[in-house]
């Protein structure tokens, strides 16, 4: 394992731990909405603050790039991407699917992402050319990794992939292709399901980069595929497909605008 990444896995574990304080009392936690529409609570602000304080301390020369309070630090080439709660949505519900990210890009490719289910006790973590990986959390830290792999065999035909949808709401911008394929409900956060194997595409239909980050390299280390709807592959604002293999997301991209059309770059595979 890099250093970078067990300084990601640190911070988004400091993180999670301080999302579960909140998350157990989330029925009195008051919320507010932000310029786009989206919901943000003093929980969201108070991870992301926890997560910059680990990444400042182990590399104080690296940017930072947050959700809630922006971006820090001087043009190094590095620059860590933080969601500290992504879903707040679900979060605020009571729902126990919601995330923190940590990701770190490297001359604009990301090189290390952690992905944490903190409610769930699960955690998910790659760093580039290393695969990726699973396990739980147990007295604050990682236990049981398992190396994890997209579906196995032949690709299907788009008509009999399945397909998970990210958020609930908002589903427009997949709308052709949800009518197309498999779409299945998600007990987990879909993009972790196709990096696991048990979806073979995962769409999220809105985001900005620190949505996509840490996830768009996991599942590129567990052998799938990421792309923006615009067909980019480095993630970036707009919407996302995830997928098993490049023949099913390139697929699936002519049903979301992209026209089938991958360009700029890759997540770093």
């Given at each position: 394992?890099?250093?970078?990444?067990?300084?990601?896995?640190?911070?988004?574990?400091?993180?999670?731990?301080?999302?579960?304080?909140?998350?157990?009392?989330?029925?009195?936690?008051?919320?507010?909405?932000?310029?786009?529409?989206?919901?943000?609570?003093?929980?969201?602000?108070?991870v992301?603050?926890?997560?910059r304080?680990?990444?400042?301390?182990?590399?104080?020369?690296?940017?930072?790039?947050?959700?809630?309070?922006?971006?820090?630090?001087?043009?190094?080439?590095?620059?860590?991407?933080?969601?500290?709660?992504?879903?707040?949505?679900?979060?605020?519900?009571?729902?126990?699917?919601?995330?923190?990210?940590?990701?770190?890009?490297?001359?604009?490719?990301?090189?290390?992402?952690v992905?944490?289910?903190?409610?769930?006790?699960?955690?998910?973590?790659a760093?580039?050319?290393?695969?990726?990986?699973?396990?739980?959390l147990?007295?604050?830290?990682?236990?049981?990794?398992?190396?994890?792999?997209?579906?196995?065999?032949?690709?299907p035909?788009?008509?009999?992939?399945?397909?998970?949808?990210?958020?609930?709401?908002?589903?427009?911008?997949?709308?052709?292709?949800i009518?197309?394929?498999?779409?299945?409900p998600?007990?987990?956060h879909?993009?972790?399901?196709?990096?696991?194997?048990?979806?073979?595409?995962?769409?999220?239909?809105?985001?900005?980069?620190?949505?996509f980050?840490?996830?768009?390299?996991?599942?590129?280390?567990?052998?799938?595929?990421y792309a923006?709807?615009?067909?980019?592959?480095?993630?970036?604002?707009?919407?996302?497909?995830?997928?098993?293999?490049?023949?099913?997301?390139?697929?699936?991209?002519?049903?979301?605008?992209?026209?089938?059309?991958?360009?700029?770059?890759?997540?770093?595979?």
């Amino acid at each position: 394992m890099t250093e970078d990444l067990k300084i990601a896995q640190t911070a988004a574990l400091a993180g999670a731990e301080i999302a579960l304080q909140h998350f157990a009392a989330v029925a009195d936690l008051p919320r507010e909405l932000k310029a786009d529409g989206s919901v943000v609570t003093v929980a969201d602000r108070a991870v992301e603050t926890a997560i910059r304080a680990v990444l400042g301390e182990a590399r104080p020369d690296d940017a930072i790039l947050g959700e809630e309070h922006g971006a820090t630090g001087s043009d190094s080439g590095r620059r860590w991407i933080i969601d500290p709660i992504d879903g707040t949505a679900l979060f605020v519900e009571g729902d126990d699917r919601w995330l923190v990210l940590v990701a770190l890009e490297e001359q604009g490719a990301i090189t290390a992402g952690v992905a944490v289910v903190p409610a769930r006790s699960r955690v998910w973590w790659a760093a580039l050319g290393t695969g990726a990986y699973e396990g739980s959390l147990r007295d604050s830290g990682i236990v049981d990794p398992v190396r994890i792999s997209v579906a196995g065999g032949a690709s299907p035909a788009l008509d009999a992939a399945t397909l998970g949808v990210v958020p609930d709401w908002g589903r427009e911008p997949a709308a052709a292709l949800i009518a197309r394929a498999d779409e299945r409900p998600w007990p987990l956060h879909p993009p972790l399901l196709v990096a696991r194997g048990d979806l073979d595409l995962a769409a999220q239909t809105s985001g900005q980069i620190w949505d996509f980050a840490a996830t768009s390299l996991i599942v590129a280390e567990a052998g799938g595929v990421y792309a923006g709807f615009d067909g980019n592959e480095r993630p970036g604002p707009g919407a996302s497909i995830f997928a098993r293999s490049r023949e099913l997301r390139d697929e699936a991209l002519k049903f979301v605008g992209g026209g089938g059309t991958v360009r700029n770059g890759s997540t770093g595979r």
